[in-house]
């Protein structure tokens, strides 16, 4: 397990600008079960009240079959990608220089962390397609783009990785490569603080006619549009998919304060 110790507990927090080691992660993990009673008697002494139903609210779409906290890619069991993820550090120097993201962080926590260690790189890199993780990277400041390795496996390690991963073979077949998102936090960004103050002039208002702005009407058509102008470039096919997924099954975020 690449977040805990052999006895189950945390690791020790690490600062970002530590390269990353096979086995170890940079920054904490977020820790799921910090209420829950520490012992057995704790547990028995807490009374059992009655259950209580809460219908969801009416206005919010459902993902029926859980997909939204699916990953979409790759498609492999949990212990696989574990493995996975402890040896492309191993593989590849970039990886092992590079902070890895897993479900488990506390994305706000690594974002604070990074901006106040400045540290190189803006990038990060994960091997987790799922909607509800790629909402959480964009509610934290990360733009999920991502990168494509190959080929992959390598062929003088082939063998090896595919005796400890073997679902990976399907995905290799399926897609070219090996496709790895990167998570991207500018440590700079130009911001439209106040529009009122902007300049338009005369020319740019009579080319702007033709042009207009929409939102959430066809997010295929855009993804479609951007491949056929750009190519793929680091729209492939398991973040069109993610995007797509999030489109459809939107995850509310609370923001402090409101």
Avoid at 69 to 91: C, F, G, Q, T, W
């Amino acid at each position: 397990n690449l977040s805990r110790d052999s006895q189950g507990r945390g690791r020790k927090e690490k600062g970002v600008h530590e390269p990353v080691r096979a086995g170890r992660e940079p920054f904490p993990p977020h820790h799921h079960h910090a209420h829950r009673p520490r012992t057995r008697a704790h547990r028995r002494a807490v009374p059992a009240g009655p259950m209580r139903k809460t219908a969801p609210p009416k206005t919010e779409q459902k993902d029926p079959d859980g997909r939204e906290e699916a990953s979409v890619y790759p498609h492999l069991p949990k212990d696989e990608k574990r493995i996975l993820v402890n040896i492309m550090p191993r593989i590849y120097k970039y990886f092992e220089e590079t902070p890895v993201l897993t479900m488990r962080h506390n994305l706000e926590k690594v974002a604070t962390i990074a901006v106040k260690a400045k540290i190189k790189s803006d990038f990060f890199w994960s091997l987790e397609f799922s909607p509800v993780f790629c909402a959480d990277l964009f509610f934290n400041g990360f733009l999920p783009i991502a990168s494509r390795i190959e080929p992959f496996p390598p062929s003088q390690l082939k063998d090896q990785i595919l005796r400890f991963a073997p679902a990976l073979m399907k995905e290799v077949v399926k897609s070219p490569g090996l496709v790895v998102l990167m998570p991207k936090l500018h440590s700079k960004r130009c911001l439209l603080e106040n529009w009122s103050d902007i300049h338009v002039g005369k020319n740019a208002r009579k080319r702007a006619k033709k042009y207009s702005v929409s939102f959430n009407l066809d997010i295929e058509k855009v993804m479609e549009k951007c491949v056929e102008q750009h190519g793929e470039n680091w729209l492939y096919p398991p973040v069109r998919e993610m995007f797509r997924r999030l489109h459809k099954w939107p995850v509310k975020r609370k923001i402090m304060g409101k």
